[in-house]
Structures are given as structure tokens and as C-alpha cells.
């Protein structure tokens, strides 16, 4: 069965789907994995990080998004045509085993989902709303991408900054998560407070069988150099007295303009500049999280 992953940070512009896009690839292209990026962002940045914005216009004329899905999930529709494996475009890239489920810049309707909601717990007597939300965030994701997880050997999905249903709903379905941040100190607050949500959301889903999802690393993203290197050197120091050691990635992302000018290739930058400092940092990142992935299964495997 597939390992899945989910990149979360309440913060917008940390580099979630950058480490999203490069990680898939490096996996696909360097390590023979298999692997499926679920684009759950309604910015569609890791989409268009993959395929073209024309491409991505075909996909949506024909519905083939992840928009799809979920408006089955949330009005059930027995004429429905399409299954996931439809929808999931491979080989993106031009790389084997490197697949994109397209996200959508409308993903869902918030007032459907609560009326339907509230229509179940209606129908449903002795059972309280609450109890049919909890449920339904528990399951959304983890139901649909069911008939898929054994195809790959990772699924990541690349949350929305915040801490909407959709990125709950990742993570509820994930084994592991990844935190991409900058070492600033709000953003040490924001992983603090993340951890606070996750931890209340395993409380809260308890007795079900899934949340065990673990944190499997911070990684940051560093500047090079100048007075804001020094200075991030300074509150990394902070950080590693703040987290465990196996909490953090060694190797940090640097701050470099090829990552940045790769999104207007629509290609992760790992394919579009491959010596560039970054992709040497994304691809050493990639090796150390297999390293993490398999310490965890082993331990894991020890405990049962
Ligand atoms: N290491 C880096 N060096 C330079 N620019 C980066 C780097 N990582 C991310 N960026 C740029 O920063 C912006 C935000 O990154 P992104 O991955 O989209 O963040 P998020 O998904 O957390 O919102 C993007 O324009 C991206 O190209
Ligand atoms: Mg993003």
C-alpha cells in the first residue's frame, strides 16, 4: 500500500508546493517510485507547477479535476461516469511513474456541504451533527483515493495554506506530514500552533482507526546569505532547541531564483535546471526523507 503524505503549513508562501512538486519528482525520476501529487489547493499552484495552464484548461472542460470527485462525494450522483483513475493524468513531465490529479479553482461549495450534512444528521436520528462532520472530514479523502493507494508507492497532496476541510480531510487520511517553513519566528508560533490543531484532531477522531499520522519532518528554507542569512542562522539555532532531532531535515532548501522562475516552465525546477543550488538541495532532501520514511516503518513495524 501507498505511503501518504500530506505538506501542510498554516502559512501561505512557505514553499509547500514547491517541496510538493520537487520531491514527486525527485522520487519518480531519480528513485523509480511511483508516485501521485493531489493537487487539494484551489490556487492550483502545484497543477500548474506540472502541466501548462492549457492543459489544464482541457482537463477542466471535460470536468476531469478533482472538482469532480468531491461533488460526487458531496451529492452522491448514481449516473456518475467517471472514477479516479479517469481522472489522473500520467507520465506528467514526461516522466514515468510521476502522475498529477488535477486540482480545481472551485473545489467546493461550503453551504452544500453543511446542508447535506445537516440533511444526514437529520435523517440519521440519535446522531449529531457534529458526530456526521467528524465523519465526513475523516473519510472524504481517505474514500477517495481508496481505489487507488495500492497503485503507488507515494501519494503526496499539497494542502491550502489555513486549515480548511480539505487540508483536515489530508491529513486525517495521511501517515505522514511535511512542513515546509521559513526559520522566522512567527512561523516557529505557526508550527507550534499546527502541531496544537493536528494533536487536537487526533483527540477528536479518537477510536477510529486512522490518525496516526506522524510529523516527518520540518524542512526550511534558508537564505544564502547577507544580514537575512545570518539572521535565519541565528533562529535555526532556536528551532533545534524547540524540536527533536528527527522532527527536522537536515538538509534545508536554499533561497534561489531558479526555483522561482521554473513555475513559468510549468516544470519543478529539478527537471527545468538541474544543477541549480536548489535541486541539489531538493534532491539530497529527497534521499533523507526515503531515510526517514524507512527508520519510521522499522519502528513501527518493531512496535507491532
Ligand atoms: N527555495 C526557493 N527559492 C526561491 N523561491 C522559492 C523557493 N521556494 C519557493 N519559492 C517561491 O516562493 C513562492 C511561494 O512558494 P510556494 O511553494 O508556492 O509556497 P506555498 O505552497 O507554501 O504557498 C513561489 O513563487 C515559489 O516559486
Ligand atoms: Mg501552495
Same mark, same amino acid.
Given at each position: 500500500?501507498?505511503?501518504?503524505?500530506?505538506?501542510?503549513?498554516?502559512?501561505?508562501?512557505?514553499? +509547500?508546493?514547491?517541496?510538493?512538486?520537487?520531491?514527486?519528482?525527485?522520487?519518480?525520476?531519480?528513485?523509480? #517510485?511511483?508516485?501521485?501529487?493531489?493537487?487539494?489547493?484551489?490556487?492550483?499552484?502545484?497543477?500548474?507547477?506540472?502541466?501548462?495552464?492549457?492543459?489544464?484548461? +482541457?482537463?477542466?472542460?471535460?470536468?476531469?479535476?478533482?472538482?469532480?470527485?468531491?461533488?460526487?462525494?458531496?451529492?452522491?450522483?448514481?449516473?456518475?461516469?467517471?472514477?479516479?483513475?479517469?481522472?489522473?493524468?500520467?507520465?506528467?513531465?514526461?516522466?514515468?511513474?510521476?502522475?498529477?490529479?488535477?486540482?480545481?479553482?472551485?473545489?467546493? &461549495?461550503?453551504?452544500?456541504?453543511?446542508?447535506?450534512?445537516?440533511?444526514?444528521?437529520?435523517?440519521?436520528?440519535?446522531? &449529531?451533527?457534529?458526530?456526521?462532520?467528524?465523519?465526513?472530514?475523516?473519510?472524504?479523502? #481517505?474514500?477517495?483515493?481508496?481505489?487507488?493507494?495500492?497503485?503507488?508507492?507515494?501519494i503526496i497532496m499539497d494542502c491550502a495554506p489555513g486549515y480548511n476541510l480539505l487540508t483536515r480531510s489530508g491529513i486525517a487520511a495521511s501517515n505522514y506530514y511535511l512542513l515546509p517553513a521559513r526559520p522566522e519566528p512567527l512561523s516557529i508560533v505557526g508550527i507550534q500552533l499546527l502541531e496544537r490543531r493536528i494533536a487536537n484532531l487526533k483527540k477528536h477522531h479518537e477510536n477510529t482507526e486512522v490518525l496516526n499520522i506522524k510529523l516527518l519532518g520540518i524542512a526550511f528554507i534558508l537564505s544564502a546569505g547577507?544580514?537575512?542569512?545570518?539572521?535565519? +542562522?541565528?533562529?535555526?539555532?532556536?528551532?533545534?532547541? &524547540?524540536?527533536?532531532?528527527?522532527?527536522?531535515?537536515?538538509?534545508?532548501?536554499?533561497?534561489?531564483?531558479?526555483?522561482? +522562475?521554473?513555475?513559468?516552465?510549468?516544470?519543478?525546477?529539478?527537471?527545468?535546471?538541474?544543477?541549480?543550488?536548489?535541486?541539489?538541495?531538493?534532491?539530497?532532501?529527497?534521499?533523507?526523507?526515503?531515510?526517514?520514511?524507512?527508520?519510521?516503518?522499522?519502528?513501527?513495524?518493531?512496535?507491532?
Amino acid at each position: 500500500m501507498g505511503t501518504i503524505i500530506s505538506t501542510v503549513n498554516m502559512k501561505g508562501g512557505v514553499g +509547500k508546493t514547491t517541496l510538493t512538486v520537487n520531491l514527486a519528482t525527485a522520487l519518480a525520476k531519480y528513485h523509480n #517510485k511511483r508516485v501521485l501529487v493531489l493537487d487539494l489547493d484551489s490556487q492550483i499552484s502545484a497543477t500548474l507547477s506540472l502541466i501548462s495552464p492549457h492543459e489544464f484548461a +482541457k482537463f477542466r472542460k471535460k470536468r476531469r479535476t478533482l472538482s469532480y470527485l468531491l461533488d460526487n462525494a458531496i451529492t452522491p450522483n448514481p449516473w456518475k461516469k467517471l472514477a479516479i483513475q479517469d481522472l489522473i493524468c500520467p507520465g506528467v513531465c514526461n516522466i514515468d511513474g510521476l502522475e498529477l490529479l488535477p486540482g480545481d479553482i472551485e473545489l467546493y &461549495d461550503e453551504y452544500l456541504v453543511s446542508e447535506m450534512l445537516h440533511n444526514k444528521a437529520v435523517e440519521a436520528t440519535g446522531k &449529531d451533527f457534529e458526530k456526521v462532520w467528524d465523519n465526513f472530514e475523516r473519510i472524504l479523502i #481517505k474514500d477517495l483515493i481508496k481505489p487507488i493507494v495500492h497503485d503507488y508507492d507515494f501519494i503526496i497532496m499539497d494542502c491550502a495554506p489555513g486549515y480548511n476541510l480539505l487540508t483536515r480531510s489530508g491529513i486525517a487520511a495521511s501517515n505522514y506530514y511535511l512542513l515546509p517553513a521559513r526559520p522566522e519566528p512567527l512561523s516557529i508560533v505557526g508550527i507550534q500552533l499546527l502541531e496544537r490543531r493536528i494533536a487536537n484532531l487526533k483527540k477528536h477522531h479518537e477510536n477510529t482507526e486512522v490518525l496516526n499520522i506522524k510529523l516527518l519532518g520540518i524542512a526550511f528554507i534558508l537564505s544564502a546569505g547577507g544580514l537575512m542569512g545570518r539572521y535565519y +542562522k541565528q533562529v535555526m539555532k532556536r528551532v533545534r532547541d &524547540d524540536f527533536a532531532p528527527d522532527q527536522l531535515f537536515n538538509q534545508s532548501i536554499p533561497m534561489d531564483v531558479n526555483v522561482a +522562475k521554473a513555475v513559468d516552465l510549468f516544470t519543478p525546477v529539478l527537471l527545468a535546471m538541474p544543477n541549480s543550488s536548489g535541486s541539489k538541495a531538493f534532491l539530497k532532501l529527497t534521499e533523507e526523507f526515503l531515510t526517514k520514511i524507512k527508520v519510521n516503518e522499522q519502528q513501527l513495524a518493531s512496535a507491532n
